[in-house]
């Protein structure tokens, strides 16, 4: 009787053994998430600051020129947007009107100048000119053919930026950080504006300076994970 008391007791101590050895298994992974979500919640804090330093840096630069440009910027997406469809280019073409040339004579360098600043640069993924249009096109048969040839038209327009920008003078120094950087987006009208439901003509006519950040992927490829991570 002894012996199968010493027995039972033998396998009560590994039993209590194995439990304590999964308990600090379990204590264990759960300090390793925590840690992983704090260095997660502290890098989209970082990338957060980082994005705001640049809005701010921007919006200080050109607050006293928006109302003039008759444009504005947005901090969330760190978008310049110039929204005077008359300043920018003719009806249906693209050629740069005068007017504008000289607003991007003086926008641009001092744009590059702070988003290339050392605190900055690293962080910048890519400059995104994107040109929008109506949705409408007089004559277009169809609505397809609408927002083709308005497709054309806003792709010819940011390629004509483009190729006014990379060939100032004025940012020659800069060449090769803006040339990785730096490309020419046709939306057509596939983001026009509207006001109280209806499509705003004259609004969704605009071209954007839109900064993407190295920031904008982390931050998708930790949400992505988080949502794996609430599926799973």
Sequence with gaps: MKRQDEHWMSISDVMSGLMIVF???????????????????????????????????????????????????????????????????????????????????????????????????????????????????????????EYLNNMELSQSRTRAVLVYAINMPALQGNLEWIIRRITANGLSSSQPVTLDGKIDAKLSRRVDFRIRTKADEKMNELAEGMTYSGND
Aim: aromatic letters at 14%.
């Design 23 to 145: 308990m600090f298994i379990a204590v264990a992974f759960m300090m390793q998430v925590q840690n992983e979500q704090r260095q997660k919640n502290d890098m989209i804090y970082n990338y957060a600051v980082i994005k705001h330093k640049i809005y701010s840096a921007l919006f200080d630069e050109f607050k006293d020129d928006l109302q003039t440009w008759d444009a504005e910027i947005d901090e969330k997406t760190l978008t310049l947007r110039f929204k005077e469809p008359d300043v920018l280019f003719g009806v249906g073409s693209d050629i740069l009107t005068p007017k504008f040339q000289a607003i991007l004579n003086d926008f641009l360098p001092r744009y590059i100048s702070v988003i290339s600043q050392d605190e900055y640069k690293d962080y910048i993924e890519e400059i995104r000119i994107e040109g929008h249009t109506d949705p409408f096109w007089a004559g277009a048969a169809t609505r397809q053919q």
